[in-house]
């Protein structure tokens, strides 16, 4: 079990997310003193504290129309530290829980029991299902408004365990939590008000939940950041390429290969600021030291043999950012990993409709929050990997030439397609 795990969190506008976050950090102690009395001191009328404003500091930039961003917030208990993820609810800002949920191992997605599964909802767990986030929470919020209700749960529970089936989700992989975050029921305590809920906690999931790192257990895969050659008395020849293992193991004497060129050599040494290693995993910043002199540079990818075929053509799935339009044609550039190249959009094939999830055919275009499958041609050869089996190197961003803005999120190979998703009914969202 990972010690560290990160979680996103997503739901429509006043399902309570900012309460549940704030719950979480008060009841874990993750809050000081002096914060508390601001918002103590900020809560109207008296009475309990709104925890809402322990996690609202946007709240400001709303009311002045400044586009929200992601919020990471940062927490611990004995068993386990969080990287919390906390995406805004507001439909406009689905780019944002793209943003969010790209890291996250888990997911937790909040409805209002009043309310249920919703349009918001439906459009939340397909781009989960869409970056293959590999486990789910559905907070079924606010019980004590329907009076702590057994079946107003169950009713929402069966629909979204519906919704994830479809998309391909095992049952394991997701679970459904009846809770109250004002009053702070099933969030960090037990509930009293509803015996027949003998399930874990909120904290207590999180807490347990058996979760690997992205690309834990994938192939090897490292893009070089620079080439460290320091020139002194002491190391006239030492040549290392730096960098961030992005997935996968690397040990000393691996044999490995130099992408987009081909060339295989073995690993010599890894070294590090506090000394060398005899193993590097995912998630650290190495430096590798190889058995021969290739043509190494920043952009170059190194590899276990065998995976990243270097390609000029593609098909890919979009989540699209920008106010302004994708159409077929457009020429953009595309960053993967360390490494930046031209590209054009050969062909715009279909478009999930996040209404109804259904797949559009040749949809034309894409606009701001769509997600869609394009087909992209490259002016180098790229060592790409499917996307389902390498996040890190299946994964890139679409840039302005011009203005340089990051236009889309892009995932390579089919996954829009990949799932039933036009089997989804909508009846009840």
């Not at 060398?276 to 170059?300: F, I, M, N, T």
Request: no cysteine; aromatic share 6%; glycine share 10%.
């Amino acid at each position: 079990m990972s010690d560290l795990l990160r979680l996103a969190t997503a739901g429509s506008v006043d399902d309570g997310k900012s309460t549940l976050v704030g719950r979480l950090l008060y009841d874990t102690k993750s809050v000081l003193a002096d914060q508390m009395e601001a918002v103590e001191r900020a809560t109207v009328g008296g009475g309990d504290p709104d925890l809402s404003l322990l996690v609202d500091g946007l709240r400001s930039e709303r009311e002045q129309g400044i586009t929200i961003d992601v919020a990471y917030r940062y927490f611990a208990t004995p068993q386990r530290s969080f990287v919390l993820a906390d995406t805004p609810g507001h439909v406009q800002y689905t780019r944002n829980t793209v943003t969010g949920a790209s890291t996250a191992s888990l997911a937790v997605l909040l409805v209002d029991a009043r309310s249920g599964i919703v349009e918001q909802t439906r459009r939340h767990v397909a781009v989960m299902g869409l970056l293959r986030v590999p486990r789910l929470v559905l907070a079924v919020n606010k019980m004590d408004l329907v009076d702590f209700d057994e079946n107003t749960y169950w009713r929402i529970a069966k629909e979204f365990f519906g919704l994830t089936e479809a998309l391909g989700y095992p049952e394991d992989a997701v679970v459904a939590i009846p809770l109250s975050a004002k009053k702070g029921d099933n969030v960090v305590l037990s509930s009293e008000n509803m015996p027949w809920y003998e399930g874990p906690t909120l904290l207590e999931h999180l807490e347990s939940v058996p979760v690997e790192g992205a690309d834990h257990g994938a192939p090897f895969r490292f893009p070089v950041q620079y080439v460290v050659r320091p020139r002194t008395d002491d190391h006239p020849d030492y040549r290392g390429y730096a960098g961030l293992v992005a997935a996968g193991t690397v040990r000393v004497g691996d044999e490995i290969a130099v992408l987009p060129d081909g060339h295989r050599t073995r690993v010599e040494g890894i070294d590090t600021f506090d000394g060398e290693l005899e193993s590097a995993h995912v998630g650290q910043s190495v430096v590798l030291r190889l058995a021969d002199d290739l043509g190494v540079a920043r952009g170059s990818l190194l590899a276990a043999p065998g995976g990243a075929e270097p390609v000029t053509e593609f098909d890919a799935t979009l989540a699209w950012l920008h106010e302004k339009p994708l159409r077929p044609g457009a020429r953009l550039l595309l960053k993967h990993g360390t490494r930046t190249v031209q590209a054009i959009v050969a062909a715009v094939t279909h478009r999930l409709d996040t209404e109804t999830l259904s797949v559009v055919d040749e949809p034309g275009e894409l606009t701001i929050n769509d997600m869609g499958q394009v087909s992209l041609t490259v002016s180098e050869p790229l060592p790409l990997d499917e996307y389902d089996e390498v996040a890190a190197t299946g994964s890139f961003l679409l840039v302005d030439p011009q203005a340089g803005d990051t236009l889309a999120a892009g995932l390579v190979g089919r996954p829009l397609v990949a799932r039933p998703l036009h089997s989804l009914e909508t009846d009840g969202s």
